[in-house]
């Protein structure tokens, strides 16, 4: 180091000691966006900007006509769905049992008049009275009324019967399938509309009632005017002496007095670069981005103006 630069370094830090370490800054918000899940046309907008919400208050509606009408469809579903389960898991229905087992009754009796007409032939045939032929018809009528007597038994004990298990596992999943699709219209018919995700001030109002939107463009924004933070920027001398952690005095046009911030992040990179060289002028210019928490009641606006010194 030369000798001249060694007295102009001299001379700048006895001019800095005599200035009093203040630094500028602003009231910054972390904002909650309030956006749907899906594209619509807005209905209503409940809020406007400035006011005060809860979480939880609706906020925004969209169009649903047709999530309501896929609702409706899946919920019809799923009526079919365990109507099917139930037939099948049931058997028959008493309705359809009563015919078959009046068919078998009618059936039988049959079988009966076969087996008495059947006889009396054979007796007819044996006195001379009546032809083989007759006797090969009633034989052939009797066999008939066996067959229709043990189809109709065969289907009477079916239908007391459930469903193979292949068939009822298919209806289960089926009726599983079907609750599930109406699960997902509900959600979608639910995300139609808009909530408000925490409690707060909006800050923004970007659409209006009737416009159109597309999935995940922001509608509102929300902040918690308790939970605010300073951005402020620190001179590249004192940023080695400022730590997070370190509480500084916070002070604006109209604030309380005794107003404090605890330093929360401190940038790495600076916010001016010079284009060549940090030479012992140009680095007085540098300044780095820090942050800080605002204690609770500063009842501070976004982007109000804030300074920040060491406390004393």
Known sequence: ??????????????????????????????????????????????AGEGDLVTAGDPLVELESDAEKAALAATHAAVAVAEANLGNLRTGGRDEEIAVIAASLHRAEADLGLASITLDRSEQLLAQGRVPQATVDQDRAALTAAEAQVEQLRAELAVA?????????????????????????????????????????????????????????????????????????????????????????????????????????????????????????EERARLVFRAEAEVEPGARLMPGQPVTLEPLP
């Open 160 to 280: 007391h019967l459930p469903a193979r298990e292949g068939e009822r596992l298919a209806a289960e999943a089926a009726l599983r399938q079907a609750r599930a699709e109406a699960d997902a219209a509900q959600v979608a018919l639910d995300n139609r509309r808009l909530i408000a995700p925490i409690g707060g001030r909006v800050e923004t109002r970007f659409h209006d009632p009737g416009e159109v939107v597309a999935a995940g463009a922001p509608i509102l924004s929300i902040y918690d005017p308790a939970r605010l933070h300073a951005v402020f920027f620190l001179p590249e001398a004192d940023r080695l002496r400022i730590t997070p952690g370190t509480r500084l005095a916070l002070g604006c046009t109209g604030c309380p007095e005794g107003l404090t911030a605890t330093v929360t992040e401190l940038a790495t990179d600076p916010q001016y670069t010079p284009p060549i060289i940090y030479s012992r």
């Open 1 to 46: 180091m030369t000798f001249p630069d060694t007295i102009l370094g001299l001379f700048a830090a006895l001019l800095g000691a005599g200035e009093p370490q203040v630094w500028n800054g602003y009231a910054e918000a972390d904002t909650i966006l309030v956006a749907p899940v899906s594209p619509g046309r807005i209905v209503t907008v409940a």
